[in-house]
Structure formats: C-alpha cells, structure tokens
C-alpha cells in the first residue's frame, strides 16, 4: 500500500497542468528524487537499554515551546489544490500541532489565513514567507501586514531569483486557472530577464531586511556552508536548507546531504531547519540527528489539501506525526533535542 504521507493520488487525477504544477520539479526532476531517496538511503542505528520515561515531541525555537518538530512549508495557490485552500491547510496543521508557513504567493488573504489558527493555543509556530518584491516599499507593506496578522517570524526564500525551469510544467502549457492569484501581493510589473537579475537578493538586502523588523528573520534555501556562515555573520535569526524541493536549480545537492555541513558551519548560533523529501516519520528523526532543530513538509500536504480539503491535510499530518514519535522512541530518543546527541546515524 502507498503510504498515505506520500500518495499524491487527487493530484495525479488532477488536469494535467495543475498536477504539473503542484508535483512537478525543474529540469529531469533529478533533485526532486533525490532528495526522497537521501533520506531513505540513510540507515538508523537505533539506541536500546535507554529510559523513554517523560518522551514527548516538543521543541523550542525562538523562545517558545512547541507541540512538534514539524511545519507547512510555504507553498503558493493552494486553493489551486482544494477550494479550501491555505486556510484549510492552516486549520489542519493547527490541529495536529504543525507550523504554518504561509507563502506571500497565497491565494487568500494573509490576514485571513493567521485570523482563523492564531488564537489556538495547541497550534505551531506560524510564520510568514518572502520573496524580496519589485519595489522595496512593496516589501515593506507585507513585512507590516504579517507583523499585524500576527505572523511570528519572517521567512526570506533566497533561491529562486528565477523561476526554474520546469519541463513537466512546460510540456502541459500550466497557467494559473484566471479565477486564482497571489492576492497579496501587487501585480507584477513585466521585467525583463536583466532586472530580475539585477534585483536577485544579497547581503545587502537581508542587511537591509533585519533592519526593517523586529520579528526573527529566517532565510530559507540556504545549501552551501559558506553560505550559511556569511548568513549568521548578518545576523538573521534561523536557516532552512532547502533545494526549494527540486522546483528551481536541478541536480543540486539533496537537502540531507547539505545538511551536515550547514549544521557545522552554524555550530549552533541559530536553529537549522530543513525540507525536501521529508515523507516519514524517520526521515524526521534522521534529519533531527543531523541536527536540524525542525522540519517542513511540502508536497504531501498538497496531496491531502487535494484528496480532501483541511481533512486530507490533518490526515496527512497526523500519520506523519505519530509516525515520527514512534520512530523517536524506537530509536532510544525521548525528545526531539535529544536525537543530534545519539549517534544515531554513523557512517556505514
Ligand atoms: C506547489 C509548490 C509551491 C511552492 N511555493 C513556494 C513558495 O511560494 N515559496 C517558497 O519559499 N517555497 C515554495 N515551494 C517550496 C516549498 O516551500 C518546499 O521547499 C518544498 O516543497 C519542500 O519539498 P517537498 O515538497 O519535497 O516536501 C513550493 C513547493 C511546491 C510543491
């Protein structure tokens, strides 16, 4: 049987160009399988004979505590999978107690979205993601809005100065559906090719960013240590390792393989978070002995979104979560911050 976390079934009946869309990864979609199979090619070496009393599958991050290690990645047009859209996918991973990261490309409105979970006290962090828009006051207005809506952190995705080239989108001719849009953001100028690239994010302009607000700033698909390292000097509050799921640069590193050496460059200065692939609750506790503080699932929660609407999604949650916390106490760990400390992934 397809384990449920995985199963794309209602996308794969989908039109053809919207399944595209929301399945889909650049290029030959090489990153796109890696990254699932790094995590599968990882073996445990479980610990045994070690007290599992007073387990549980908290985390902190930014001086809070949450109910688990594991957060929505922010994935744009959702109401293109399920008319529920992102707030039904924030009422589901409010429910199972899994952060929300809601992308400035949503369908609905941000504010919406934070109004229906913000006030659940079970719920995960929810946090608001950025693309640096055309106009620094453009930013600025969304910075401000997520910060009123009630967002705790800001998420700056650093990987797509382009869009990816995508071959399964293009061989179906996809274009949003005319009845959908990123209705928080202002439309777009058209920018030739030489404008989006003189205005591809830098240091300066997460110098700039930090500046500009007071709520922890994270940057999100962030591969190279070097990188990272450059990143913490900036002074930003958290990184997510992410290759953007195999949408944007194909053949680069799987995000399990980055990992590592982006934990080692951080020696521990801010959280380390990471996606792509993450399908099981043991690609969850593998990530976590790398040392990831937490992890986003992508896809799957768009497969549930799909199948069923907030109801896809929390199934879909819920089997990932109860998956991880047996996969937690099976393998000798009584707490999400205690699995980097076991030894629990040595070279074969
Ligand atoms: C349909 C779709 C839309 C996405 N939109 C965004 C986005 O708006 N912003 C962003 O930072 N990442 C976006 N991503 C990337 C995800 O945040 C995440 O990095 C990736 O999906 C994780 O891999 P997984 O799907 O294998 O779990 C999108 C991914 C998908 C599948």
Request: charged share 20%; net charge neutral; hydrophobic share 45%.
């Amino acid at each position: 049987m397809e384990p449920a976390v995985s199963s794309a079934g209602a996308i794969e009946r989908m039109d053809p160009g919207h399944a595209a869309y929301l399945l889909g990864g650049a290029g030959d979609e090489i990153t796109l399988r890696a990254n699932q199979q790094a995590w599968q090619d990882l073996r445990l070496w479980p610990r045994t004979l070690h007290s599992l009393a007073g387990s549980h599958a908290r985390i902190d991050l930014h001086g809070r505590t949450w109910p688990t290690p594991l957060l929505v990645a922010p994935m744009a047009h959702q109401m293109l999978a399920h008319p529920h859209g992102e707030q039904g996918t924030a009422l589901a991973a409010a429910s199972q107690g899994v952060g929300l990261v809601l992308s400035c490309q949503a369908s609905q409105p941000l504010e919406s979205v934070a109004g229906a979970v913000r006030a659940d006290a079970q719920r995960g962090p929810l946090w608001f993601q950025l693309y640096l828009q055309p106009r620094p006051e453009d930013t600025l207005t969304l910075v401000r809005r997520a910060e009123a809506a009630g967002f705790e952190a800001l998420v700056l995705t650093i990987d797509a100065p382009v869009q990816g080239v995508r071959d399964r989108e293009l061989r179906t001719g996809f274009s949003l559906p005319p009845h959908l849009s990123a209705v928080n953001l202002a439309p777009p100028p058209a920018e030739p090719l030489d404008a989006l690239l003189a205005r591809a994010p830098t240091h300066d302009d997460i110098a700039w960013l930090r500046r500009h607000t007071r709520l922890p700033l994270l940057l999100k698909g962030v591969l190279h240590p070097a990188d990272a390292a450059a990143a913490v000097a900036l002074g930003i509050d958290g990184l997510i390792v992410s290759n953007h799921g195999g949408r944007t640069l194909d053949t680069t590193v799987a995000t399990a393989h980055a990992l590592p050496a982006v934990v080692r460059a951080v020696a521990g200065a801010v959280p380390v978070l990471v996606d792509g692939g993450i399908r099981r609750g043991t690609d969850v506790i593998k990530a976590l002995a790398l040392g990831a503080s937490a992890v986003l699932v992508g896809r799957p929660v768009l497969a549930g979104l799909a199948e069923d609407g907030a109801m896809g999604v929390a199934r879909v949650l819920r089997r990932l979560r109860d998956e991880f916390v047996a996969a937690q106490a099976l393998c000798g760990c009584r707490s999400p911050a205690e699995a980097a400390g076991l030894d629990l992934l040595r070279p074969d």
